[in-house]
């Protein structure tokens, strides 16, 4: 059970639609969580901005309004702090309460002023537990600052000993009249903006994230589930298709996809291997049917010798048949043994730079007398060097081929011959004749075995040939690279063009180095 559950959470993980939903879960959290962390940087950055704003506008209304610090009368004509303001007035009263909160007012020498009123010196008690400066700090910043025009401004960020942070503004006020500088520190708390912060980042990451990210996740699973329908559509399709059932294809959504274009591949791909079958099918029943006609004609003339010759002339002719038809049966199996090992590349071509010009004349000049015999006038027409790689054995078997159609067609007093020129890119090498001809409805179908023009109908006359004489020629012009092309008019003659890629120098040098090109 446990083994079973482990398989299955594998074959989820490996999915395509788990691998998806992922993807997408996991940019989404990545933009998510950028967001979030660069909206945090800018509340933080705001925040800030606004305690400075803040502090800036208390240290206005200390400077120009409720302090003044002056020498006091009643603490023997020392500098104190003396706030002026309403003390009736609430609002007033609970402001300048409030900058005294975090406060320090010191003189030159760094040592904190009396409060004109109570006597004690300025410095608040939160002030003192953030850390006040030192009285040589003090004086070294107020040194430093009185030479200038415009002295700095300090701005400091410190925490109280229970972690509570605060933001210090600290600078100089002039007693006007003596032009003596005091050091005065004011503070904020800031608190409130790290408790928003804090809950900021608690909303967007422990809430608003994870949530987005779940329902994000199961948005994609549901999305990325109808992205794959179509595809899971095409693969029990495919499934429907074996063997017997090849004729099936899975129709388009007419999307214009890239998941139709994987239909419309897939259907191509079903539409070769159908004609493959078909062909596969035609000729087991082709061989069967070739081989049946001779054994039935062997049968036959052994029945003969048997049960009715009686002289031994009788015999000897029925022996002599049988052995004819013998003779066509192993024809039949030896060029079928040869095509199949050809087609299946155990037939390694022997290539040498050959000049088919000379070749076709060599051949012209051996195949006269069968011309003869079949009262054809052949001739040669090759001039010039037409250079190619060729296996010789192979390509002489592809001439004989063509010629020895050309004379079975061409009616006695007729012409063939056989042309090499170069062309543009190519070798072209021609075999006409001014034979019967092949209709135009069979001229596809030529190159295939066992396929014969029969006329009429008709069955073919054992005489006629096995039908698989083009089959050769195709096969050994697309073994060294070439093509073969028909034409032929009915009545008035055929011509097969064979084109092969020229041959020049230096590749034929590597040719003859031993290097034989596969089919
Ligand atoms: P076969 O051994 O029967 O000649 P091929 O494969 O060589 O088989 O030829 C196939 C068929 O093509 C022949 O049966 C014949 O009808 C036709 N054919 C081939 N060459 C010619 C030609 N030169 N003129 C007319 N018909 C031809």
Redesign the pocket.
């Given at each position: 059970m446990f083994k079973l559950r482990k398989r299955d959470v594998r074959r989820l993980a490996r999915s395509l639609r788990f691998r998806l939903t992922v993807s997408y879960a996991l940019l989404f959290l990545i933009m998510l969580v950028g967001t979030a962390v660069v909206f945090r940087a800018h509340l933080a950055s705001q925040l800030k901005t606004s305690a400075e704003i803040s502090l800036n506008e208390q240290w206005a209304a200390i400077k120009g309004a409720y302090l003044r610090i002056e020498p006091t009368p009643e603490l023997d004509n020392r500098y104190a702090a003396n706030w002026y303001y309403d003390t009736d007035d609430a609002d007033e009263t609970t402001q300048v309460l409030n900058l005294k909160r975090v406060l320090l007012i010191a003189d030159e020498q760094g040592h904190p002023i009396p409060d004109a009123v109570t006597n004690q010196p300025s410095v608040s008690t939160i002030y003192d537990d953030l850390g006040r400066e030192s009285p040589a700090e003090i004086r070294l910043y107020v040194a430093g600052a009185r030479k200038l025009a415009k002295p700095p401004l300090l701005w400091a960020e410190r925490r109280s000993s229970k972690g509570e942070p605060f933001w210090i503004r600290s600078g100089l006020i002039w007693d006007e009249r003596h032009r003596i500088p005091f050091y005065i520190s004011i503070g904020v708390s800031l608190a409130k903006n790290q408790k928003i912060l804090s809950n900021y980042t608690w909303t967007a990451f422990v809430v608003v994230i994870p949530s987005a990210l779940i329902l994000a996740s199961l948005l994609g699973w549901i999305m990325a589930g109808r992205t794959l329908t179509p595809l899971r559509e095409v693969a029990q399709a495919a499934q429907r298709v074996s063997g017997s059932n090849l004729s099936l294809r899975i129709p388009t959504r007419e999307a214009g996809d890239e998941l139709d274009y994987l239909i419309l591949t897939f259907n191509r791909m079903t539409e070769r291997l159908e004609a493959s079958f078909q062909q596969m099918k035609q000729f087991s029943t082709d061989v069967s049917h070739e081989l049946r006609t001779p054994i039935t004609a062997i049968r036959g003339q052994l029945e003969v010798a048997l049960f009715t010759a009686k002289t031994t002339d009788q015999y000897r002719e029925a022996m002599f048949n049988a052995l004819q038809d013998t003779d066509r049966l192993s024809q039949i199996v030896r060029a079928l043994l040869l095509l199949s090992q050809a087609e299946s590349g155990q037939l390694v071509l022997q290539k040498t730079r050959l000049n088919l010009g000379d070749l076709v004349r060599e051949l012209v000049e051996q195949m006269q007398i069968p011309a003869e015999a079949a009262g054809v006038h052949l001739t040669a027409d090759a001039a010039g060097d037409c250079f190619a790689a060729v296996d010789r054995v192979q390509f002489e078997r592809l001439i004989n081929?063509?010629l020895s159609?050309?004379f079975?067609?061409?009616p006695e007093g007729g012409q063939v011959r056989v042309s090499a020129r170069l062309s543009e890119d190519h070798v072209e090498v021609g075999v006409e004749?001014t034979?019967?001809?092949?209709p135009r409805e069979?001229l596809p179908h030529?190159f295939d075995r066992f396929?014969?023009?029969t006329g009429s109908g008709t069955a073919?006359a054992p005489e006629?040939?096995?039908?698989?004489?083009?089959?050769f020629v195709a096969w050994i012009a697309k073994a060294h690279g070439g093509t073969v092309e028909v034409d032929?008019t009915p009545g008035k003659g055929?011509r097969?063009t064979i084109k092969l890629p020229i041959e020049h120098q230096n590749e034929g040098a590597m040719e003859l180095a031993g290097q034989p090109a596969a089919s």
């Open positions: 081929n063509l159609n050309a079975k067609f061409t004749d034979g019967r001809g092949i069979h030529i396929y014969r023009v073919p006629q040939g096995l039908g698989l004489g083009l089959s032929s055929t097969f």
